[in-house]
């Protein structure tokens, strides 16, 4: 399959090359996107056939529900309906931006886009050349994250088209995603609603909303095989880079040490090490490749840096990554939430 490619500027969008992909998706072909947490990959959610071609060009499996991206609130009356007041006061807050709400699904949404489910999850991107695409396109759009399934979610689109070039019909490049991590998913069919997915908006900042908001237990757990997920990372391995991932969780020192420790003895075995770390410790580290994500002072940085660490550690061919852990306020959470998807939840208390 020939992928047609084109990358854009955002801030003087090049609208020949928009229309051209949205094309595509009109035929019932599929593009990878620009969006302000990851690069999405999409196609009509209204077509049966074309959303199949999403999970068969993913390797994606087709009981992991996809999101359906939308560029106005008033697509929302074809897609779904019992719309709370809740639910319209975080649209009214967060979009466009990185949020996904669940609302219950009209039948004009095929089953294979939301899993079998009677729900759907709905999002309005911030990226105007997003926002753009399903305005041309005329419909909404269906996407999950434009990887190879179980990878590393890319952010900029050399990993798009590192991935899927030969198996979409069209790449639409634009800047790289500057939150880095998924959108935070909410679901409003539940009162109080409830976050199955942390992101790009905080629990802090839905509480402002809603104060009753809470955050599903299993969100940081690892799942069980009969899990039915309700919305996309719930289920399986998420977000893992090739070698082998372990997390050390404990104090600053503590980690610091466990991580040497483990470092020399991966060492004297010949295995090349990575290790992420964060500006503050990363001198601290006696051997190996050291990536640092960025300050604790600005853990929006080490969310955007993360995804892209581990498949930069992927093209260096390392045996094994050890990471440090981070706190989980904030966006945090969805920090330690990737992590440890990626990890398979191979976790170093010390």
Same mark, same amino acid.
């Given at each position: 399959?020939?992928?047609?490619?084109?990358?854009?500027?955002?801030?003087?969008?090049?609208?020949?090359?928009?229309?051209?992909?949205?094309?595509?998706?009109?035929?019932?072909?599929?593009?990878?996107?620009?969006?302000?947490?990851?690069?999405?990959?999409?196609?009509?959610?209204?077509?049966?056939?074309?959303? @199949?071609?999403?999970?068969?060009? @993913?390797?994606?499996?087709?009981?992991?529900?996809?999101?359906?991206?939308?560029?106005? !609130?008033?697509? +929302?009356?074809?897609?779904?309906?019992?719309?709370?007041?809740?639910?319209?006061?975080?649209?009214?807050?967060?979009?466009?931006?990185?949020?996904?709400?669940?609302?219950?699904?009209?039948?004009?949404?095929?089953?294979?886009?939301?899993?079998?489910?009677?729900?759907?999850?709905?999002?309005?991107?911030?990226?105007?050349?997003?926002?753009?695409?399903?305005?041309?396109?005329?419909?909404?759009?269906?996407?999950?994250?434009?990887?190879?399934?179980?990878?590393?979610?890319?952010?900029?689109? #050399?990993?798009?088209?590192?991935?899927?070039?030969?198996?979409?019909?069209?790449?639409?490049?634009?800047?790289?995603? #500057?939150?880095?991590?998924?959108? $935070?998913?909410?679901?409003?069919?539940?009162?109080?609603? &409830?976050?199955?997915?942390?992101?790009?908006? $905080?629990?802090?900042?839905?509480?402002?909303?809603?104060?009753?908001?809470?955050?599903?237990?299993?969100?940081?757990?690892?799942?069980?095989?009969?899990?039915?997920?309700?919305?996309?990372?719930?289920?399986?391995?998420?977000?893992?880079?090739?070698?082998?991932?372990?997390?050390?969780?404990?104090?600053?020192?503590? $980690? !610091?040490?466990?991580?040497?420790?483990?470092?020399?003895?991966?060492?004297?075995?010949?295995?090349?090490?990575?290790?992420?770390? &964060?500006?503050? $410790?990363?001198?601290?580290?006696?051997?190996?490749?050291?990536?640092?994500?960025?300050?604790?002072?600005?853990?929006?940085?080490?969310?955007?840096?993360?995804?892209?660490?581990?498949?930069? +550690?992927?093209?260096?061919?390392?045996?094994?990554?050890?990471?440090?852990?981070?706190?989980?306020?904030?966006?945090?959470?969805?920090?330690?939430?990737?992590?440890?998807?990626?990890?398979?939840?191979?976790?170093?208390?010390?």
């Amino acid at each position: 399959m020939k992928t047609e490619i084109a990358v854009i500027d955002e801030k003087n969008i090049d609208m020949s090359k928009v229309k051209k992909a949205a094309a595509i998706i009109r035929r019932g072909g599929v593009v990878a996107f620009p969006t302000e947490t990851v690069y999405g990959l999409g196609a009509n959610a209204f077509d049966e056939e074309a959303v @199949k071609k999403i999970f068969i060009a @993913k390797g994606r499996p087709q009981d992991n529900p996809l999101i359906v991206h939308i560029q106005s !609130v008033d697509e +929302l009356e074809n897609l779904v309906y019992d719309i709370s007041d809740v639910a319209k006061k975080l649209m009214n807050k967060f979009f466009p931006g990185p949020i996904t709400i669940i609302l219950n699904k009209k039948e004009s949404i095929p089953d294979v886009t939301s899993a079998g489910l009677k729900t759907i999850g709905i999002r309005m991107p911030k990226n105007k050349i997003a926002l753009a695409l399903i305005k041309e396109s005329g419909v909404p759009i269906a996407a999950p994250s434009a990887n190879i399934s179980g990878r590393p979610s890319p952010t900029d689109v #050399e990993r798009c088209i590192e991935d899927l070039e030969g198996r979409v019909e069209g790449i639409l490049g634009g800047p790289c995603s #500057e939150i880095g991590v998924e959108s $935070t998913i909410v679901d409003c069919t539940v009162e109080p609603p &409830c976050v199955l997915r942390p992101g790009g908006i $905080t629990l802090e900042q839905l509480r402002e909303v809603d104060i009753d908001i809470y955050m599903d237990k299993a969100i940081m757990q690892k799942p069980s095989k009969d899990l039915k997920p309700k919305a996309p990372g719930m289920k399986y391995r998420h977000y893992a880079p090739k070698a082998p991932l372990k997390i050390i969780e404990g104090n600053v020192e503590q $980690t !610091v040490a466990k991580i040497n420790e483990m470092l020399q003895n991966y060492i004297d075995d010949n295995k090349k090490v990575g290790i992420l770390a &964060c500006d503050e $410790t990363k001198s601290r580290y006696k051997d190996g490749i050291v990536l640092s994500l960025g300050s604790l002072d600005n853990m929006q940085e080490i969310a955007s840096n993360l995804f892209e660490a581990l498949r930069h +550690l992927d093209d260096l061919d390392v045996d094994i990554i050890l990471s440090e852990s981070f706190e989980e306020r904030g966006i945090g959470v969805a920090i330690m939430n990737r992590l440890r998807k990626a990890a398979g939840f191979n976790i170093v208390r010390v």
